[in-house]
């Protein structure tokens, strides 16, 4: 054996007894100190997503029509159409509470009138004191609204001051039904056999079924809504100006994290954070500025809480708005200007759905049954 291999062989040895001894040395820290402190990790920056403002084009008119099966109009009047009592319609697509004033001209249940349009095509009148209703149980001199209609067009459900009123579309025929108490909100669930109710002045809320069976949830009216997959969401406004995403379980609430909605940190004094509806996995977030003069629907990830869409509407170019609702997972459905309009978030667009001659000074009102919409 020549003398470079006898040297290469000595070195190869010394770094292996090298090597052995650094592990013997690690192996006697770690039996002194436990796991070795891997130190902090690397800082990952916060993900901050920046989405355009989106605003309406003026000149609704030229928008397009929605693919819908709603009528394009509501009746400009009354008179000629049929009674719903003598041609129940079985199912309707639209209810629409015409222009209510405050204080109304005249008291209890013959103040209110609503007109309901079949899935025949044609419109139908219920002056609601043909319900035969007692006007002591009438809710008062307020704007009493179109009320709910469920999502399969079947049942029509309104308030009262002692339980909800339901009424049965294939018979024309209303009952009082649930808690003989005051009721300040109704709103069907997606199934079309439940109710959310809310109960009294600072309301507590039910769930009621159409068999008569009544539970207690969790949270107050206005505090979380039922998604279209069941589950129950709401959020809050954190002291920085975001919004916190939490799904309740079982009555915990569980948080999924929180975004930054810039125009929440801008003016939170100003602004009150107005519930969140869900549908595939999406919330969609109403801010309004008191007292009425903006407002901003904002669409945001509930598992995953991240910035998606932000509307803003101006209320001094357009007569009346109120809060949207989702149609379908990619479609919000929001009564201002001209009626009912369409706003497809992700896309940007706008469609016209119905024209409604809004009132000046009044309020009018309807609700949609969302899987006759479709």
């Known amino acids: 054996m020549d003398e470079c291999e006898l040297t290469r062989r000595a070195n190869v040895g010394r770094r292996r007894r090298l090597l052995g001894a650094r592990l013997v040395l690690v192996a006697l820290l770690v039996a002194c100190s ?7 990790g690397p800082v990952r920056p ?7 403002v989106q605003e309406p084009p003026d000149e609704v008119q030229t928008w397009p029509w929605l693919d819908s099966r709603l009528p394009r109009r ?67 001199h307020d704007t009493y609204g179109a009320g709910s209609l469920s999502p399969d067009g079947r049942w029509w459900a309104g308030r009262s001051r002692a339980g909800v009123v339901l009424l049965d579309l294939g018979t024309g025929r209303g009952e009082i039904v649930g808690a003989r108490r005051w009721v300040s909100e109704v709103q069907w669930r997606d199934d079309s056999r439940s109710l959310v109710v809310a109960l009294g002045d600072r309301p507590r809320t039910e769930l ?9 949830l969790s949270f ?59 549908a595939g996995g999406r919330g969609l977030l109403t801010l309004q500025r008191s007292p009425y003069r903006t407002l901003d629907l904002v669409v945001v990830g509930v598992s995953t809480p991240e910035l998606l869409a932000h509307l803003h509407l101006n209320a001094r170019n357009r007569r009346a708005f109120r809060d949207g609702e989702w149609l379908d997972p990619e ?29 000046r000074d009044g309020f009018a009102s309807l609700d949609v049954a969302t899987d006759l919409a479709r």
């Open 208 to 216: 009621l079924d159409l068999s008569g069976r009544r539970s207690t």
């Open 74 to 140: 509501v009746p400009a009047s009354i008179s000629g159409l049929t009674r719903l009592a003598d041609d129940p319609p079985g199912r309707a697509t639209v209810v629409y509470h015409p222009a209510e004033r405050v204080p109304e001209p005249v008291d209890g249940w013959a103040s209110e009138t609503l007109l309901l349009h079949g899935i025949d095509g044609r419109w139908r009148v219920l002056p609601m004191d043909e319900l035969g209703l007692d006007d002591a149980i009438w809710p008062g």
């Open 220 to 278: 107050r009216s206005g505090e979380a809504s039922a998604a279209d997959d069941g589950r129950w969401w709401s959020g809050r406004a954190t002291d920085d100006g975001r919004w916190e995403s939490i799904e309740w379980l079982d009555g915990t609430q569980v948080s999924h994290g929180a975004v930054e909605l810039p125009e929440l940190r801008r003016s939170q004094s100003e602004q009150q954070l107005v519930g969140v509806e869900v």
């Open 34 to 40: 436990g796991t070795p402190d891997p130190g902090p």
């Open 331 to 359: 479609t919000v459905l929001l009564q201002w200007g001209p009626g009912l309009v369409a706003w497809r978030p992700l896309e940007g667009t706008f469609a016209r759905v119905m024209d409604v001659d809004l009132p």
């Open 46 to 52: 916060e993900r901050r997503v920046v989405v355009a």
